[in-house]
């Protein structure tokens, strides 16, 4: 082609661009003319830059490049006094520093370039107001300004009611849909959120030149699904969206899909197959403080600690005040992790402050659980149930079944609490039921067998056998005392076990006696060997018949590193019956027990009041320093001493539905107690079984009853 006929097909084109992007179209006629044009040939076209910079930062998110562009651009319209071409680029401008979280800059640049064309009606066109809008209300969302935010928001809504061009109201509706849906995201209003977004795919689907924009909300919507609990949904979702971008050739956003869906893998505790997709993403998408928390799950505290020291130094440069109180909140998750419990108490409640400030709902509901798991560690109970009420009725409203940052083992202490003590009960019963058993097996029907493993492997027997010899043959016989106790595994070999432990005699006769309960989380050989570990420590702190607290306390320190390299943990639950003579022919029993993870003992009184000791701890291996704490009370004959795994508590019904602590206090309330422990023990049981109806055991079921007689 010759220079000048190549130049005047470039003023065309340059011409055409500047109708395109100032309208807000994708035309991939003119895209695939730029893909066959060099960069260098661009020079001298400012609008061919700008579309470029338009396709590279939509349509590819290679934001290097659409950088690149713009400051090309930016140059060429400054030298030609080009006011619109210069606050075009602004425009797009702001846009990409919310992909570079360069929010500040962002938001500056945005209200300057406001302020020109305020003072500039001839090139003030309401696309281009509504496009520096855009930019400035998603930084301001970035930098946590939530009420300027929807103040740019409203004004958009305004410009757009009154819009009668029909291409730039539906291109334009999508854009603040999004917007709007990320500020709704937020704070937490989940549901509001996917409303918006979904009306945005809708839109989007409407004209093929809004097509590319329907993977951006497809995105969003993934990572509104995820952070909701709701990962079958969000797998969908991001899935989609994977397939969308390599179709369009995303750079950034296919590594941001693919570490989204590692965020789920994570929040599923599947952290190997998590750090695999981030490897595969390289990066962590959006979530800044994905290295942070990944540390944090994996238990490598150090490198946690170092990592959250460096995002809150780049927080505080960025003046960013929710960045500030994220890192507080892993912070407070780090010395939680490291059992200094005070320490974490003081930064997560200045997390609280900020959340609190910002209207940041779904965050505070995520800090108020960890708030509350703190304070029933100090056995501050009352004031660890004021923070789950309020952590629980936002996560209820919003029917979300997931937390900022998910950790298992220490949710679960917190949610076995909140439907012991009645906290919004139906909500927590389902988040349990969702995370916890959601990925069982469908339940089998009335009558069905219990499927098992016809072969197993001669690993697992030995580890059956194994395990099956640790438990009690029989109970120990005492005057006083009748004692009974099972254990019934869901699988071939069990997470569960129990002991009893005697000692002090006097004149011939037991006056101790010493329970535990403890529950392996997991199944299969590795829980078995835990068990046995467990078992043998357990065996040797007993030696000298210590206090509950310090017994719990050696457990801790002699499993700790086996724990910490099989990311598993052990709920625990060590009780003592001592028998004291306080006058010459009157006896009293005392009662002291610590708990670490499992579900605290009741006493059934013989009047048929029924008792829950205020004992909570996490579970072992969940810190690396702890200190429990006994409860005690004064039991009398008569008085019923009941402990069980948390295997009776989540036994579900065909439906799927809890056995759950009411309809467990209702069946102790009229057990045969004159009939003896065996007798309760098998009343329990039963009422469960009845209750199963046949239904899949999902996990092992232990009960141990102990009952005061004469």
Known sequence: MAPMAETADLTALNIEARQQFTMRRFRRTLALHLQDLPDHALEGYPWLLLYQAFLHQYIYSNFSRASHYLDVAQMHFENADDLEGVLWTNAERTHLNVYDRDFKVGRIMARQALHIIDFTPEIATPVLRIELLLGLARCLIGFDQTIEALEAIDTIRS????????????????????????????????????????????????????????????????????????????????????????????????????????????????LAAAREAYRLAEGWGEEVHGPT????????????????????????????????????????????????????????EQALSVYVNHGYDYALASARIYHAVALLSLQRSAEADISLEQALSILAREKSYNCAWWMPDIVE??????????????????????????????????????????????????????????????PPLLPDLDIAGLSIPAENVGGDFFGYYTGDQTNGQCTTLSLALGDISGKGLQAALLTS???????????????????????????????????????????????????????????????????????????????????????????????????????????????????????????????????LEQTIACAPVNEGARAVVAHILTAVQTYASGALQHDDITIIVVLVRD
Not at 295 to 311: D, N, P, Q, S, Y
Not at 413 to 437: G, K, P
Not at 454 to 460: G, M, T
Not at 614 to 639: N, R, S
């Open 413 to 474: 202490v917190a949610l076995m609490r909140a439907i012991q003590q009645r906290i919004e009960s139906q909500y927590t019963r389902r988040l349990l039921n969702h995370r916890y058993l959601h990925s069982l097996p469908p339940l089998t029907t009335l009558g069905a067998e219990t499927p098992r493993t016809h072969h197993p492997s001669a690993e697992l027997e030995i580890a059956r056998q194994t395990q099956l010899s640790l438990l009690p043959e029989a």
């Open 293 to 348: 928390f990944l540390f944090i799950r994996e238990g490598k505290l150090a490198e946690a600690r170092w990592a959250c020291h460096i995002h809150l130094q780049l927080a505080r440069h960025h003046e960013s005040p929710v960045d500030i109180a994220d890192s507080d909140l892993l912070f407070g998750l780090i010395e939680l992790r490291t059992g200094h419990i005070q320490r974490a108490i003081e930064h997560i």
């Open 159 to 270: 410009i757009l009611n009154e819009e009668t061009d029909p291409w730039i109201r539906h291109i334009e509706q999508i854009q603040f849909l999004r917007t709007h849906a990320s500020l709704d995201m937020r704070q937490g209003r989940f549901d509001y959120a996917i409303e918006m977004i979904e009306a945005a795919i809708l839109k989007a689907q409407d004209y093929a030149e809004s097509a590319p924009f329907e993977v951006w909300c497809r995105y969003q919507l993934g990572l509104m699904y995820w952070r909701k609990g709701e990962f079958s949904i969000a797998s969908q979702q991001l899935d989609t969206t994977r397939r969308q971008a390599e179709q369009w050739g995303h750079h950034a956003l296919w590594g941001w899909t693919i570490a989204a869906q590692g965020h789920m893998l994570r929040d599923q505790d599947e």
């Open 533 to 663: 570990g467990t078992v043998v420590a357990l065996t040797s702190a007993v030696v000298g018949q210590p206090s509950p607290t310090l017994l719990l306390e050696r457990v801790h320190t002699a499993l700790h590193p086996l724990i910490a390299r099989s990311r598993l943990n052990v709920g625990l639950s060590y009780t003592s019956i001592y028998k004291s003579r306080i006058e010459h022919h009157c006896t009293r029993w005392t009662l002291c027990t610590v708990n670490a993870g499992n579900i605290p003992p009741l006493i059934r009184r013989t009047n048929g009041q029924i008792e829950w000791l205020e004992a909570m701890g996490l579970p072992l291996g969940t810190v690396q320093l702890t200190t429990y704490h006994e409860a005690c009370t004064d039991i009398q004959t008569g008085d019923l001493l009941i402990q069980i795994s948390d295997g009776v508590i989540e036994a579900m019904n065909p439906q799927r539905e809890l056995f759950g602590f009411e309809r």
